[in-house]
DNA sequence: TCACTGACGGGGC
DNA sequence: CGCCCCGCCAGTG
Protein backbone atom coordinates (compact mmCIF):
# COMPACT_ATOMS: atom_id res chain seq x y z
CA UNK A 1 0.00 0.00 0.00
CA UNK A 2 1.76 2.87 -1.34
CA UNK A 3 1.18 6.79 -0.08
CA UNK A 4 -0.11 7.38 -3.56
CA UNK A 5 -2.53 5.25 -2.91
CA UNK A 6 -3.47 6.46 0.37
CA UNK A 7 -3.75 9.57 -1.46
CA UNK A 8 -6.44 8.55 -3.98
CA UNK A 9 -8.55 7.09 -1.67
CA UNK A 10 -8.66 9.54 0.58
CA UNK A 11 -9.61 11.94 -2.03
CA UNK A 12 -12.10 9.42 -3.87
CA UNK A 13 -13.72 9.47 -0.25
CA UNK A 14 -14.04 13.17 -0.39
CA UNK A 15 -16.33 13.37 -3.33
CA UNK A 16 -19.73 14.29 -2.53
CA UNK A 17 -22.85 12.37 -2.65
CA UNK A 18 -24.90 12.13 -6.30
CA UNK A 19 -21.72 13.88 -7.58
CA UNK A 20 -18.75 12.40 -9.98
CA UNK A 21 -15.36 12.66 -10.87
CA UNK A 22 -12.99 11.15 -13.44
CA UNK A 23 -9.74 9.82 -13.16
CA UNK A 24 -8.03 11.96 -14.58
CA UNK A 25 -9.29 14.62 -12.21
CA UNK A 26 -8.34 12.92 -9.40
CA UNK A 27 -4.63 12.10 -10.92
CA UNK A 28 -4.00 15.82 -11.67
CA UNK A 29 -5.07 16.47 -8.35
CA UNK A 30 -2.40 14.34 -6.71
CA UNK A 31 0.20 16.04 -8.50
CA UNK A 32 0.59 13.00 -11.26
CA UNK A 33 -1.15 14.23 -14.13
CA UNK A 34 -1.31 11.87 -17.15
CA UNK A 35 -1.34 8.71 -14.22
CA UNK A 36 -4.82 8.36 -14.36
CA UNK A 37 -4.25 4.69 -15.32
CA UNK A 38 -2.48 4.43 -11.73
CA UNK A 39 -5.54 6.10 -10.18
CA UNK A 40 -7.18 3.38 -11.74
CA UNK A 41 -5.18 0.36 -10.63
CA UNK A 42 -5.13 2.01 -7.53
CA UNK A 43 -9.29 1.70 -7.58
CA UNK A 44 -8.70 -2.16 -8.47
CA UNK A 45 -7.46 -2.72 -5.04
CA UNK A 46 -10.49 -0.12 -3.33
CA UNK A 47 -12.23 -3.05 -2.29
CA UNK A 48 -10.34 -4.52 -0.06
CA UNK A 49 -9.65 -0.77 1.91
CA UNK A 50 -11.47 0.52 5.08
CA UNK A 51 -13.22 3.02 5.23
CA UNK A 52 -15.18 1.91 2.23
CA UNK A 53 -14.29 3.90 -0.84
CA UNK A 54 -17.05 5.15 -3.19
CA UNK A 55 -15.43 3.76 -6.29
CA UNK A 56 -18.75 4.27 -8.32
CA UNK A 57 -18.59 7.69 -8.23
CA UNK A 58 -15.25 7.57 -10.53
CA UNK A 59 -15.64 7.39 -13.99
CA UNK A 60 -13.58 7.86 -17.14
CA UNK A 61 -12.89 11.38 -18.24
CA UNK A 62 -16.30 10.62 -20.99
CA UNK A 63 -18.54 9.94 -17.73
CA UNK A 64 -18.56 6.32 -18.81
CA UNK A 65 -19.22 3.64 -16.29
CA UNK A 66 -15.90 1.62 -17.14
CA UNK A 67 -15.05 -0.22 -13.70
CA UNK A 68 -18.81 -1.35 -12.92
CA UNK A 69 -17.20 -4.56 -13.66
CA UNK A 70 -15.75 -4.85 -10.81
CA UNK A 71 -18.55 -4.16 -8.70
CA UNK A 72 -20.04 -7.77 -7.85
CA UNK A 73 -22.88 -7.23 -10.46
CA UNK A 74 -22.48 -5.59 -13.56
CA UNK A 75 -25.49 -2.85 -12.98
CA UNK A 76 -24.21 -2.47 -9.37
CA UNK A 77 -22.67 0.60 -10.31
CA UNK A 78 -25.30 2.38 -12.14
CA UNK A 79 -27.98 1.62 -9.16
CA UNK A 80 -25.05 2.91 -6.55
CA UNK A 81 -25.03 5.93 -9.05
CA UNK A 82 -28.78 6.32 -9.50
CA UNK A 83 -29.83 5.54 -5.92
CA UNK A 84 -27.52 8.89 -5.35
CA UNK A 85 -29.99 11.12 -8.04
CA UNK A 86 -27.17 10.60 -10.58
CA UNK A 87 -28.57 9.17 -14.11
CA UNK A 88 -27.30 6.58 -16.23
CA UNK A 89 -27.90 5.87 -19.69
CA UNK A 90 -25.75 3.16 -21.31
CA UNK A 91 -23.41 3.20 -19.05
CA UNK A 92 -22.92 6.87 -19.35
CA UNK A 93 -23.44 9.60 -16.54
CA UNK A 94 -25.70 12.25 -17.56
CA UNK A 95 -24.78 15.95 -17.59
CA UNK A 96 -21.60 14.80 -16.83
CA UNK A 97 -20.18 18.25 -17.06
CA UNK A 98 -22.73 19.32 -14.41
CA UNK A 99 -22.26 16.48 -11.58
CA UNK A 100 -17.89 16.33 -12.52
CA UNK A 101 -16.69 17.39 -9.02
CA UNK A 102 -12.96 18.80 -9.34
CA UNK A 103 -11.19 18.30 -6.28
CA UNK A 104 -9.54 21.05 -5.10
CA UNK A 105 -5.92 21.46 -2.58
CA UNK A 106 -8.35 24.10 -0.67
CA UNK A 107 -11.28 22.30 0.94
C1' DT B 1 15.69 -7.06 -15.56
C1' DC B 2 12.19 -7.45 -18.99
C1' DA B 3 7.57 -7.76 -20.68
C1' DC B 4 2.87 -7.33 -20.11
C1' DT B 5 -1.36 -5.60 -18.16
C1' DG B 6 -4.81 -2.12 -16.77
C1' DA B 7 -11.43 0.95 -13.47
C1' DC B 8 -7.00 6.27 -18.35
C1' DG B 9 -6.12 10.29 -21.46
C1' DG B 10 -4.63 12.72 -25.55
C1' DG B 11 -3.52 12.97 -30.28
C1' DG B 12 -3.29 11.41 -35.10
C1' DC B 13 -5.66 9.57 -39.16
C1' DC C 1 -16.92 8.10 -35.89
C1' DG C 2 -13.90 4.28 -35.18
C1' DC C 3 -9.03 2.75 -34.67
C1' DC C 4 -4.41 2.90 -33.32
C1' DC C 5 -0.36 4.44 -30.98
C1' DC C 6 2.05 6.43 -27.17
C1' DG C 7 2.84 8.23 -22.44
C1' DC C 8 1.82 7.42 -17.90
C1' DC C 9 2.92 4.39 -13.25
C1' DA C 10 2.27 0.33 -10.06
C1' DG C 11 1.87 -4.65 -9.74
C1' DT C 12 2.94 -9.28 -11.32
C1' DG C 13 5.36 -13.38 -13.29
Known sequence: MNDFYKRVYALVRK?????VAS???????LGTKGSARTVGYAMNN???????IPA???VNRN???TGKHHFGSPTMMQQLLENE??????????????LRWIPR???
Open 56 to 58: HRV
Open 23 to 29: YGDIAEH
Open 105 to 107: KRN
Open 63 to 65: GLL
Open 85 to 98: GVKIIDDQVQDFEK
Open 46 to 52: AHAVSPP
Open 15 to 19: IPKGR
